[in-house]
């Protein structure tokens, strides 16, 4: 079973920043933070990934509270392109790249 | 990123035919590739993961013997769904990665393949 929660589904504004929560507050001290979104009819991308401390990459951020309790994906200026369904996995690194998808957070970017 | 692709995209059978997915790591070295299903509107759920040379592992509930999974080299993988029916109609992905490196085991997925059985 998937060990993270997220809200079924978000709008944000095109332009505006989009902030994904995800709640995993029975993650364990070697499980990092990763996510991937899916866009309509494709397989899921990587997004970015981390372990305690926050992550920023071309794509997002990854904001991760002090007691990894949870965390929140941004997308700094949300374009129409952004439209898809995230998902926030947590795992073990070396457990051979096993990845549990859970229910996701569609997001809708309007214009 | 690396490149999987997947062979076919889309493909409509009969039922009771058996149907065969490919999935192939085009720039690295897959030591080990998963195959997920999802059924629309729904999560993706992972059916086995595959290690080059050995045999699949399987996750609860999935009928080893109904799918039918190869990994016989570090490039490719194959998905046989045999003796197909229409509940076996769905989006089959697969992803692939190489454990060899050691930074993290980042997943590079598959475009997808669309099956309908009819």
């Known amino acids: 079973d998937a060990k993270t929660t997220q809200p079924p589904s978000m709008d944000c504004a095109e332009g505006r920043a989009a902030n994904l929560p995800c709640n995993h507050s029975?993650?364990?001290?070697?499980?990092?933070v990763y996510w991937y979104r899916q866009i309509h009819s494709q397989g899921p991308q990587y997004i970015i990934h981390?372990?305690?401390n926050n992550e920023t990459n071309e794509m997002a951020s990854l904001i991760i509270t002090e007691d990894r309790k949870s965390s929140t994906l941004i997308l700094p200026h949300a374009t129409l392109r952004d439209t898809a369904v995230y998902y926030c996995?947590?795992?073990?690194?070396?457990?051979?790249?096993?990845?549990?998808f859970g229910q996701g957070t569609e997001l809708s970017v309007k214009p | 990123g690396a490149v999987v692709s997947q062979h076919p995209s889309r493909v409509i059978c009969k039922s009771g035919t058996s149907v065969k997915i490919e999935c192939r790591s085009l720039?690295?070295?897959?030591?080990?590739m998963f195959w997920y299903r999802q059924f629309p509107k729904q999560s993706l759920m992972l059916m086995a993961t595959?290690?080059?040379?050995?045999?699949?592992?399987?996750e609860q509930g999935v009928e080893k013997d109904k799918f039918l999974i190869n990994h016989a080299s570090l490039t490719l993988s194959t998905l046989t769904v045999t003796s197909a029916h229409p509940e076996d109609s769905s989006f089959y992905i697969c992803?692939?990665?190489?454990?060899?490196?050691?930074?993290?085991?980042?997943?590079?997925f598959g475009p997808g393949t669309r099956l309908t059985v009819l």
């Open positions: 992803s692939a990665s190489d454990p060899r490196d050691g930074t993290y085991n980042e997943q590079f």
């Open positions: 720039d690295f070295q897959a030591t080990t």
């Open positions: 981390g372990l305690k």
């Open positions: 029975t993650i364990s001290g070697n499980e990092y």
């Open positions: 595959s290690n080059e040379g050995s045999k699949a592992t399987y």
């Open positions: 996995i947590v795992r073990v690194n070396n457990q051979g790249g096993k990845l549990i």
